[in-house]
């Protein structure tokens, strides 16, 4: 049996109350969630920020990080101060080592239950298509996003967000609790397969690759000129055809979509992305081979 | 002509980003909304608190319309301030005198489209007859709550709220945005009417009669103990029958009302109430005839 640890995040974002609800009942029950073996680590991410019911303090923790943030010695961010504490209590290296992080998070858009992953990291996305082998899950691969970087999750060698939405900010759903378990489940049932090597992986995993992101249509003044469409409102992971409406102008005017190649939106209407100028994400659906280098890479960081 | 004046708030709670965004489209484009000529001030109530994202700033400003509040002399809390400068600004003796306040919120909650007064005004219960024969809208009656006073409108003669949802906190909604102007519209149409004279009232005006609150039940430490059963959650204005799930216990263990008189719920799992300690409220759905009295408080009001 390998020695490998799960650092389980909820609450990286204060205003998103589902999985640290979670947390604190598995603390007091801890047979409401099948752990499968794995060896877990539970940590709300931003503490301070959960208190108060808002998203950060200083900046958002789950881009900051950044090897130029972690790296300097001294920063006037809570959230900087936080990530460094994290890696030195639960990274690779730190006290108490895991190799592997959950990150857990809602979203207002309407984007049920799904996996994200952050660049081509070969245990990330062989953990994530064991995940969507058993459950099904879209997953968003974000990468090449210039303006948006410093994920909690690629602090640690392996790692991935479950997003479950929608769900207004600081409010607990029941059935949002309930999609957090699931797909948490489904995680920890999948490594602890891999670290048992009763395993087999898919032959191959679908993904919604990063294409870049829409802002809404502002004025001179940078003000927002236009809404997300109330037609396109919840319509994350439909394709978007050519005169798919946008947005809509205050005076009745539509804004439509006119490229001809079929991008899936995610991430509509997200309310923390307003100050990030983000109306939705586009992506590329794509069916991937997954060769046995990938599958090796989350074997052998298991310690299998 | 009379010459009353009506003050439109939005931004009360400055995570309560549609009014505020049709405010700003309006000023830009007065056509946008028809006014029915009658005469309007618009203003945001807590800029401070929008500019953050925030509900508030030290204090609910929606709670802080309290005598015992307004007549201290001096205060640390930012929204009573607040609360006075709105009433030296824009209250019946104010410097632009108003005599009806309209104040235009969101919830979380399915509360749809719909008004709530306080109390039981002659000329608030007058409007809302109007507005309801106009659209239809359901009425929320708030009264009798020792735990929830100081309501913005109590400041002015007359005023009522319009409330739409279910929307996330700083979200912006085509739909939430499109029925906040319906409403206002409807609103503004009526009291155009009451000032010229052309208007007949309803027989009678249907209410839902708040009698009180429930909150989550809570373990021994004041935690939640339960959420909202998923069940439960979106079914506001559904009267409650002996058997209907309530709440939902981590370990699956269901809360059901066991009453026999069918209250309707409203604001079933309203973000901003879980530190109110309300998951939701009870009403009573009553059937009022409007008499003449009645009627008569609001053409007074109205200078006609």
């Not at 503490?47 to 943030?69: H, M, Q």
């Not at 049920?112 to 997953?139: E, F, K, M, T, W």
């Amino acid at each position: 049996m390998s020695r490998f640890q799960v650092l389980l995040v909820a609450g990286t974002h204060g205003n998103e109350v589902n999985a640290p609800w979670l947390f604190e009942q598995w603390s007091e029950t801890p047979e409401l969630i099948n752990t499968h073996a794995v060896q877990l680590v539970q940590v709300i991410g931003n503490p301070a920020a959960l208190e108060l019911g808002r998203r950060y303090l200083d900046r958002d923790l789950n881009r900051s990080f950044r090897l130029d943030l972690l790296s300097s010695s001294s920063s006037s961010d809570r959230e900087v101060d936080r990530a460094k504490e994290l890696l030195r209590l639960y990274g690779p290296q730190g006290d108490k080592p895991c190799q592997i992080a959950i990150d857990l998070h809602s979203t207002t858009a309407a984007m049920g239950n799904c996996l994200v992953v952050y660049g081509r990291r070969s245990a990330d996305l062989a953990l994530a298509a064991l995940i969507q082998a058993r459950l099904g899950l879209p997953i968003y691969l974000h990468e090449g996003d210039q303006d948006q970087q410093g994920f909690l999750v690629e602090g640690w060698p392996c790692g991935l967000v479950i997003e479950i939405g929608p769900v207004p900010q600081s409010l607990l759903q029941a059935c949002i609790v309930e999609q957090t378990r699931l797909a948490l489940e489904a995680c920890l049932e999948s490594l602890g397969k891999v670290s048992s090597g009763l395993l087999s992986y898919p032959d191959h995993l679908v993904v919604h690759r990063h294409l870049g992101s829409l802002d809404l249509p502002r004025d001179a003044s940078g003000r927002p000129a236009a809404i997300v469409h109330p037609q396109l409102q919840g319509g994350d992971w439909r394709p978007l055809k050519a005169g798919t409406p946008l947005f809509l102008r205050p005076d009745g005017e539509v804004l439509r979509f006119e490229g001809q190649e079929l991008p899936v939106p995610v991430f509509i209407n997200e309310a923390a992305y307003f100050e990030k100028h983000i109306a939705m994400s586009l992506t590329s659906r794509e069916v991937w081979p997954l060769p046995e280098a990938l599958k090796g890479a989350l074997q052998q960081l298991v310690g299998f």
